[in-house]
């Protein structure tokens, strides 16, 4: 059945430090969302992607989606404290599936 | 607006007793969703509801029911709580299609004992 990957599982960085969380999945997406959940609190919608090769970018935020529509990747540019969270994809195929999500620490 | 609101915030039960987890929208969405959370596993859709009435089995269905008898509300019962069961339990609802944005409750953290 359809699984969607996300790597890492933790990454810590020094505040100013990019950061890169990975999303692949064993089938080919319809399309994909990213959320960010802060500690304590709930999943929030960040952003969608549609198109093959689409790229789209939030401020320090920069997402992809693969040109094959198997994988996405979100990049943080110098990392800010309030970045502090757990960042999820949620690939859609036949079902909406989330990844286990990429828990982000920030040093200041 | 309230969004998507959750009761109880958190629960403690014994191993065999049952509750309902109240999941309301007040923003006209069909589509409403249960997931759990576990550290690790991010989140698995246990039941999903395409419109008032309708109820459809997600990921982990097992050992949970659902009822949606009105637009607003979708209900989630665990008739005989497990240990297992042990979760962040989030409801979400969104508008139109699967693939649309998800809106989530605040959560409700169950401890099964």
């Known amino acids: 059945g359809q699984q969607v990957m996300q790597i890492p599982q933790y990454q810590h960085v020094q505040e100013g430090e990019d950061f890169t969380t990975y999303c692949n999945s064993s089938?080919?997406?319809?399309?994909i969302q990213w959320y960010k959940q802060r500690p304590g609190g709930h999943p929030v919608f960040l952003i969608q992607?549609?198109?093959?090769?689409e790229v789209k970018k939030q401020k320090r935020l920069t997402f992809q989606f693969g040109e094959a529509k198997k994988n996405s990747s979100l990049h943080i540019t110098a990392t800010q404290t309030t970045d502090v969270g757990t960042y999820f994809c949620?690939?859609?195929?036949?079902?909406?599936?989330f990844g286990a999500g990429t828990r982000l620490t920030v040093k200041p | 607006n309230a969004g998507v609101t959750q009761t109880p915030k958190f629960r403690v039960l014994k191993t065999g007793q049952s509750m309902t987890l109240l999941c309301a929208q007040d923003?006209?969405?069909?589509?409403m969703y249960w997931y759990r959370q576990d550290p690790g596993m991010g989140l698995r859709l246990i039941h999903y509801?395409?419109?008032?009435?309708?109820?459809a089995k997600g990921e982990v269905p097992d050992g949970y029911n659902v009822s949606r008898l009105k637009k607003q509300n979708f209900l989630l019962g665990l008739e005989s709580a497990a240990p297992s069961q042990t979760s962040v339990y989030f409801c979400?609802?969104?508008?139109?299609?699967?693939?649309?944005?998800?809106?989530f409750g605040p959560g409700t953290r169950l401890t099964v004992t």
């Open positions: 979400a609802s969104s508008y139109g299609t699967r693939n649309a944005v998800q809106y």
């Open positions: 089938t080919t997406l319809s399309n």
């Open positions: 992607l549609v198109k093959s090769g």
């Open positions: 949620a690939g859609l195929d036949a079902d909406m599936r």
């Open positions: 923003m006209n969405h069909e589509y």
């Open positions: 509801s395409v419109g008032e009435g309708t109820t």
